[in-house]
């Protein structure tokens, strides 16, 4: 299980920005990561990629939330990026609503397999609606931060239990 706190970094965190466009959205995250991709034009490749994996399919998971992700060529981490809009953006998400919480995932193509199967429950876990409730209601990215490890520490817990309960049933 993969933890909000090992994806995110507190610095790729933003909170109370106004966007205009789903376009313009993908420059702000690439404009978050570029300086820590070790790529020539790191920006435009990062923005490319991310536009061309939301041509194959939106990213949007519904009620105001999307989680953009894509392969880029080259890098030694996953990179993401969490955003908080100021006012919901279009992003013609299946129940036409519009997004105001992003969690942008950047993987590089040698660790893509690593990653892959993280993703479903990474976004089952993005669009919990008490997570989601939390987020919006969040003043700060010091905040943010908070929730997400807090939220980090009771799945932590959850797995405990839940390893204790498989191996009770186990030895019984």
Not at 29 to 48: G, H, K, M, R, S
Not at 103 to 132: G, H, M, N, W
Not at 137 to 148: L, P, R, S, T
């Amino acid at each position: 299980m993969i933890k909000f706190t090992e994806l995110l970094k507190p610095e790729n965190i933003r909170q109370g920005l106004i966007c205009s466009s789903k376009k313009r959205l993908f420059e702000i995250i690439t404009q978050v990561i570029a300086d820590q991709i070790q790529l020539e034009n790191a920006e435009q490749l990062c923005f490319e990629c991310l536009l061309s994996r939301e041509k194959m399919g939106n990213s949007g998971l519904g009620n105001g939330i999307a989680m953009p992700k894509a392969r880029i060529p080259e890098g030694n981490q996953l990179l993401a990026v969490f955003i908080h809009l100021d006012s919901p953006v279009d992003y013609e998400s299946a129940d036409h609503r519009d997004v105001d919480l992003i969690l942008a995932i950047l993987v590089p193509e040698q660790l893509c397999e690593r990653y892959i199967s993280a993703l479903p429950e990474i976004a089952e876990k993005f669009s919990d609606k008490t997570l989601c409730k939390q987020l919006r209601n969040a003043q700060n990215v010091d905040e943010i931060w908070q929730i997400f490890e807090n939220v980090d520490q009771l799945n932590t817990q959850e797995n405990v239990t839940k390893a204790s309960a498989e191996t009770t049933k186990e030895t019984e």
